[in-house]
């Protein structure tokens, strides 16, 4: 986005929607896989790009944190939610699912806190959410992240390079898999 006029729309993705909002454990979640090597590249992946990541030992469900967030998009400044969000679950391993620690985080974006309560309470931003899901299907993503530009789907995290690739429509049907959690 630094160096390129790039226009970014978050579209909202069901990974694991089946958690319960205690969330589950990411052992029980990935039971007889060893996800060492799947943790180690995440890390050095979020180390590479400057972001945090702490030890997160939890996944949770994430549909009110997308919901939350896609009414956050209508607010103004409201896209600063989404990176409070990213560093409660990444960082803070936070319950994402929890409607008291969504509040806070808009109220730390800037945003009005009995507003964000009301919108988790009466589910006012299920349907756009809906939509996404069925949209984010419908373009064949299964993972996060991925990136759709034109007619080109780019998953998981990628270097500097290819994201520039990919922003320059010079990418060609590159799809690979993703480990990350």
């Known amino acids: 986005m630094q160096r390129y006029p790039v226009q970014i729309r978050l579209v909202h993705f069901p990974l694991h929607p089946e958690t319960p909002i205690e969330g589950?454990?990411?052992?029980?979640?990935?039971?007889?896989?060893?996800?060492?090597?799947a943790r180690?590249?995440?890390?050095?992946?979020?180390?590479?790009?400057?972001?945090?990541?702490?030890?997160?030992?939890?996944?949770?469900?994430?549909?009110?944190?997308?919901?939350?967030?896609?009414?956050?998009?209508?607010?103004?400044?409201?896209?600063?939610?989404?990176?409070?969000?990213?560093?409660a679950y990444f960082v803070a391993n936070q319950n994402i699912a929890d409607k008291r620690i969504l509040v806070q985080l808009a109220a730390d974006a800037g945003l009005d806190p009995q507003t964000a309560q009301a919108v988790l309470d009466q589910r006012s931003y299920a349907d756009p959410v809906d939509r996404d899901w069925d949209y984010s299907r419908s373009c064949g993503v299964d993972s996060v992240p991925s990136l759709l530009g034109g007619q080109q789907l780019l998953v998981g995290y990628q270097p500097l390079e290819i994201l520039e690739q990919f922003v320059k429509g010079q990418l060609l049907d590159r799809h690979e898999d993703s480990d990350f959690l």
């Open 24 to 37: 589950l454990s990411l052992e029980d979640l990935f039971r007889g896989r060893d996800m060492s090597a």
């Open 40 to 87: 180690q590249r995440l890390q050095s992946a979020m180390t590479a790009a400057g972001l945090p990541y702490g030890e997160r030992t939890m996944t949770y469900n994430s549909r009110l944190a997308q919901e939350l967030g896609k009414w956050a998009d209508t607010q103004p400044g409201g896209e600063a939610l989404h990176g409070l969000i990213y560093r």
